[in-house]
C-alpha cells in the first residue's frame, strides 16, 4: 500500500529524471566489474559473460524482492542509491585491491556483482510504483522502462569512449557513484517533509558523499599503490588509453612495457626478440625493399630494420597512437629503440591491422607482424587464415612474412595453430624459436611467397649482439616434446579455436 506522502507528488518528472540516472550508473557499474575483469584476467568474451548473467539474475532477485516493501517507498529508494553509491563507487577499488593484495578476485567480484545487481533490481520497480501513485500503471510502467533504457544506452556510450580513457576504472567507479548519491540527495531535499528519519538519512549520505570524494581526490595515490603491488618493479609511467593500459616500470638498469598487464619487453633481453623476428626474414631477400611492420608500436622493431642500407620505406600500423606517441617522446623508450620515428622512411599509421589489410593497396616485400599475444577476441582475429591471407595478398612476389606466435613450450598447440593457420593462408611455412629469459622459449614463423628456403641459408648481413649465422640455423631445430602438437587444427573467423587453447595453456603456469 502506498504512503499518503507518496500519493501526494505533484509529478512524476523528478523520479523518471531518477530512473534515467541510475540507468546511467547500473550499466556503467556492470561495465566497470566486466572490464576489470578482461584487463585482470583476459579473455573478455567469457569475463563480460559471466558479469552480465550474473549481474542480470542478481537484479531478477532485486525485482523479485521489491515486492515485499510496501511502504515508506521513497525513504528505502534513497537508501538503495546510498547503498549503490558507496558500494559500486568503491567497486574499483575493491577490484583492484581484491586481486594485488587479498588475492581472493573472484570470490569478491563474484559477490561484488550481486550485491550490485540486487541493489540494482530495486530501483526500476520502486521508480515504476511510485510513478504509478499519480499516474496509470501502463503510464508508468512505459515511462520508467524508457527512462531505463535510454539511461543504459548513455552509459554504455559513454563508458569507452569518455569515462574509461579519462579517468580509468577507479576514478569512473567513484564518479558514477556520487551519480547515485546525488540521486539519493536530490530526493531528500525535495521530499524530506514526506519522509521519517530525516537526520539520520541526512547523515548517511553526508558520509557517502565525503567519502566519495576523498576517492576522488586521492585516487591517483590509491592507483600509484595499487600498480606498486601489482607490479614487481616500480611504475615510472602509467596510462589509460582508449585501447588499453599502458605501464613503464623500472629496476635499475631494466626497463618494460606492458600493456593490459602484460608484458611487452624487458630491455633486458628484447634484442634476442627482435633480432629473431627481424633478421632471419630481412636477410633471405635481396635489393631495396618496403617493409610493412604491423604492431611494434615502441619502435624496437624498426630499429632492427634501420639497420639495412636497401631500406626504401618502412610502414608501422599500431592502432593505439598513444603508443607510438610514447615511443617518440618518453626517454624511457628513446634509450632502447634509438629514435627510430625520427627516420624519414618511417611512416606511422595508427590503425587496426585487420582494417587496414582490407583497405589497403599497397604491396610490400618484407611483412612483419609484432602483435600480442591472442588472448582477447579483437586480438584473435589477427591470428586467422583471413587475416594472414591479407597478409599474403600484400606481399610482392617473392616476399615474405614473419610473424611472432607465442611460446612453443608454454602454449605449444596455440603455436602449431599458428604455424598451420598460417599454412592454410598459403604461405610456405617454417617455424622457428628463441629463449628470451623474460619470456622462456618464444616462437615465430616465417612465411614465404612463391618460394622455398633452407635455414642454412640465412645469413646475417647487419651488426647484431645475439644472432650468428649459425643461431640462425638453430632457431629451427625444435624438440621431440614441441612437435608432438605439429598436428593442431587452424583458427578462422568463424571458429576461433585459438581463444581458448591459449588460455587453456597459460593457466597451467598461472
Not at 580513457?165 to 525535495?190: C, D, H, M, Q, W
Not at 602509467?238 to 585501447?243: L, P, R
Amino acid at each position: 500500500m502506498e504512503t499518503k506522502g507518496n500519493r501526494n507528488f505533484s509529478n512524476k518528472i523528478p523520479f523518471l529524471t531518477c530512473a534515467f540516472v541510475v540507468a546511467i550508473a547500473s550499466i556503467v557499474y556492470e561495465l566497470i566489474i566486466g572490464g576489470i575483469s578482461s584487463y585482470l584476467l583476459g579473455n573478455s568474451v567469457y569475463q563480460f559473460s559471466i558479469t552480465i548473467g550474473l549481474f542480470m539474475t542478481s537484479m531478477g532477485l532485486g525485482s523479485l524482492f521489491s515486492k515485499y516493501i510496501e511502504e515508506d517507498l521513497i525513504f528505502k529508494f534513497m537508501l538503495i542509491e546510498v547503498a549503490l553509491a558507496l558500494i559500486g563507487g568503491s567497486c574499483g577499488l575493491i577490484l583492484f585491491y581484491s586481486y594485488a593484495v587479498l588475492n581472493s578476485y573472484l570470490p569478491i567480484m563474484f559477490l561484488l556483482t550481486v550485491i550490485i545487481g540486487t541493489l540494482t533490481g530495486f530501483e526500476l520497480p520502486l521508480v515504476t510504483r511510485i510513478v504509478g501513485s499519480f499516474n496509470q500503471l501502463k503510464d508508468a510502467l512505459a515511462n520508467a522502462t524508457a527512462a531505463d533504457y535510454i539511461g543504459g544506452l548513455i552509459g554504455s556510450i559513454a563508458f569507452p569512449i569518455l569515462l574509461l580513457p579519462r579517468l580509468g576504472f577507479i576514478k569512473t567507479s567513484y564518479i558514477i557513484g556520487i551519480l547515485n548519491i546525488i540521486v539519493a540527495a536530490y530526493l531528500f531535499i525535495k521530499y524530506k517533509g514526506n519522509l521519517r528519519k530525516n537526520k539520520m538519512i541526512f547523515i548517511v549520505i553526508m558520509l557517502v558523499i565525503v567519502i566519495l570524494m576523498i576517492g576522488v581526490f586521492t585516487v591517483d595515490d590509491t592507483e600509484a599503490f595499487l600498480e606498486r603491488k601489482l607490479y614487481r618493479d616500480k611504475v615510472v609511467f602509467s596510462s589509460q588509453t582508449e585501447y588499453q593500459k599502458i605501464v613503464i616500470t623500472e629496476d635499475r638498469d631494466d626497463i618494460r612495457l606492458f600493456l593490459n598487464g602484460n608484458i611487452q619487453f624487458s630491455s633486458k633481453d628484447e634484442y634476442r626478440y627482435h633480432e629473431s623476428l627481424v633478421h632471419p626474414a630481412l636477410s633471405l631477400l635481396d635489393g631495396d625493399k618496403k617493409i610493412l611492420i604491423l604492431g611494434g608500436g615502441d619502435g624496437l622493431a624498426i630499429r632492427e630494420v634501420l639497420k639495412y642500407s636497401d631500406i626504401q620505406e618502412i610502414d608501422l600500423v599500431d592502432l593505439d597512437k598513444s603508443v607510438t606517441d610514447l615511443a617518440k617522446t618518453s626517454e624511457y623508450l628513446l634509450k632502447f629503440n634509438q629514435d627510430s620515428f625520427s627516420d624519414k622512411r618511417v611512416k606511422i599509421i595508427n590503425q587496426d591491422a585487420y582494417q587496414y589489410l582490407e583497405t589497403s593497396k599497397k604491396k610490400y616485400d618484407v611483412i612483419l607482424v609484432d602483435l600480442p599475444d591472442p588472448n582477447n577476441e579483437s586480438l584473435n582475429k589477427l591470428y586467422t587464415v583471413t587475416f594472414y591471407r591479407f597478409v599474403y595478398e600484400h606481399l610482392n612476389d617473392q616476399g615474405i612474412m614473419a610473424a611472432q606466435s607465442t611460446s612453443p613450450y608454454f602454449a605449444a598447440e596455440c603455436f602449431w595453430i599458428i604455424h598451420n593457420t598460417i599454412k592454410e593462408a598459403g604461405f610456405y611455412t617454417s617455424p622457428y624459436h628463441v629463449y628470451i629469459p623474460s619470456f622462456g622459449d618464444w616462437g615465430f614463423n616465417i612465411g614465404t611467397k612463391g618460394f622455398r628456403f633452407n635455414p642454412a641459408d640465412i645469413k646475417i648481413k647487419v651488426a647484431t649482439k645475439f644472432l650468428t649465422d649459425q643461431q640462425a640455423e638453430n632457431l629451427f631445430v625444435f624438440g621431440q616434446d614441441i612437435l608432438n602438437e605439429k598436428t593442431a587444427d587452424i583458427n578462422t573467423l568463424i571458429r576461433p579455436i585459438l581463444i581458448r587453447t591459449y588460455y587453456n595453456a597459460w593457466e597451467e603456469y598461472n
